[in-house]
């Protein structure tokens, strides 16, 4: 896990050696433990590699490491393979050990141990075939030094980020936005569209980024760039989730199905040179991780080193879950309770390493499970990251699942699942959420200020009502655009973001490609039943889940007393915020926003819309102030 840039530009462009080591050492807590800059000179008739101090380059790839396999100097970035290929490379490929296998067979040699090498050995065998037999998690550049291109990668969901920029004569690849603040003819204004949307809603469009003319590469693709040319080719995808047809398996089919590739997947994520160690929520994903890796582990006495964020005496708290399942299995465990006052010192930092403004405290509770693990030196954390999404196991899903029964005259079949919520046995937290999830649309298609930014950007059509998408997709399609559109997507980005401003690696085994198609050939009454989600999880690891946990009505993951935070302590600063002058005034009319914040401090106020809306406001704010992004631009 690390930090990459890369740079390709014309010889009239003035970007020099160190503004490149500056876009690299602007993001060293992703990689602590090593750093490494290499540069070419493409236009010449002969390619030249120039060391640190050359003065005349076209290309350059750069590098921070976090160390996680082969410890050794071998590992360091940028690495070469046969003095053609040159990589910078962020994330892991879990089956690199079978691929080397693989390709010692078809000739290849190797000089470390790493993932790294195993994977430039596999584009200079397969070319970008290779991309389809990776299982992990990736953002990379590959320049080839012969043919004078680059081939710029993401893994299949995007677990990992890649930025691209392009200007007059230059492209710029990253794995974080603020790296590009460093390079020539670049200054950060905002994208009205994307922060419109983010403000009214919460939710973040994947295809863009809140600062305009940086855009992500989808997840799932990969472009050429012609580094003679300084052209880039139109993305291409190499994963097609939506070509998954359903099978016939029965439930108990389904559950032996998942519960065999599940251990196979955590299997593969446990491959580490360093400790790896469990954030543990107390919810089903992570629990279902722990006491499969206390499986695995058979008699190995080593402890699992468990981290947990608990919020004593507030029904939020899930530490009596997590407790259940530390006691079935061999742990270390470690206990963080954030605060608000915490949250309040951390918030500029939190915001500087997430680049974007966030949507929640919850995010801040994950933020400190990183920085708890790296106090316990454990550099790898599995998350539970992804479960939800597998099994659209979202209340909202399961009641479009409901709704598409009745579009096809199946209202036997609806009504079956409600009676067998409310019968024993049942989840009867079903019916309670159906009122819940209802005024939470309607607080969201009628927000209590409506966001109409003045900003100066390009101007673009709106996403698609994100409900209305949802609608009107068949099954199969629905699931597939809420693992990789609608929830999946701004969920890894706070992720990576979380766990590397800490040097932590996150793994996510339920992000296996692998395992992600066969729990989307499953067909949906076999997900859903009488109130309950996930039945194929469950039932596959019925035999080491505690009960508590398999029978647990419903889940929160991380989340923080909000609203609790945003009514006491932290209530003088919002209060503070609204009375001084600053950036966000420029854009919107400040009274409509005091009028939010008291509807946030009335008590007899149902819904959290109002504070979320508050909220996202008051990190937006401090986010224009912390990335000097002017209102007027």
Known sequence: MCGIAAVFKANDVRCSVATVNRMRDEVSYRGPDGFGSEFFAVDQITPVQFGPLGTTWNAALAHRRLSIIDLSKAGLQPMQYRGRYWITYNGEVY?????????????????SATDTEVLLAAYAHWGSACFQRFRGMWGLVIYDSERREAVVCRDRLGIKPVYIWRGRGIIAVASEIKQFRHLPGLKFGFDSTAATEYLR??????????????????????????????????????????????????LGEASAGFAKKFQECVALHLRSDVPVGCALSGGLDSSSIAVTVNHLSGAVNTPLHTFTSTFPGDGLDEKEYAN??????????????????????DLDRLIWVH?????????????CIARLARLAQVPVLLNGQGGDELFGAYWPSYFVYLRELLRKRKAGAVLGQFVGALWPGGNSEMVRQLPIIWRRYRARSKPHVSIRLNGNGPKSASRPELVGTILSLEERARRVYEIRTMFLPRLLKWDDRNS??????????????????????????????????????????????????????????????????????????LQLWLRSDRPLWR?????????LAATVWDMRDR???AGQQLFRLFVFDRWLDIFNISPDQ
């Open 95 to 111: 089956n690199y050990i079978e691929l080397r296998r693989e390709l010692e067979k078809a000739g290849h040699r190797f000089r």
């Open 201 to 250: 809603t919460g939710y973040e469009d994947p295809a863009r980024t809140l600062f305009r003319d940086i855009a992500p590469l989808p997840g799932g693709h990969w472009v050429r760039i012609d580094a003679q040319q300084r052209t880039m080719s139109a993305s291409e995808a190499y994963w097609f989730p939506e070509q998954i047809q359903a099978a016939g398996a029965s």
């Open 324 to 345: 259940a399942v530390l006691a079935r299995i061999r742990h270390e465990a470690h206990f963080d309770t954030p605060g608000p006052e915490m949250f309040l010192a």
């Open 355 to 367: 680049d974007e403004p966030v949507s929640s405290t919850s995010i801040y509770a994950s933020y």
């Open 500 to 573: 590397m401003a800490f040097s932590i690696e996150g793994r996510y085994p339920f992000l296996d490609h692998e395992l992600i198609e066969l729990v989307l050939s499953f067909r949906g009454d076999l997900l859903y039943r009488n109130g309950w989600t996930k039945l194929p999880l469950r039932q596959g690891l019925r035999n080491l889940l505690p009960p508590k946990v398999f029978f647990r009505r419903t889940k929160f993951g991380f989340e923080t007393p909000q609203s609790k935070w945003m009514k006491g302590y932290m209530r003088p600063a």
């Open 587 to 595: 854009l919107l009319e400040r009274e409509p926003v005091r009028r």
């Open 607 to 609: 819904s959290d819309e």
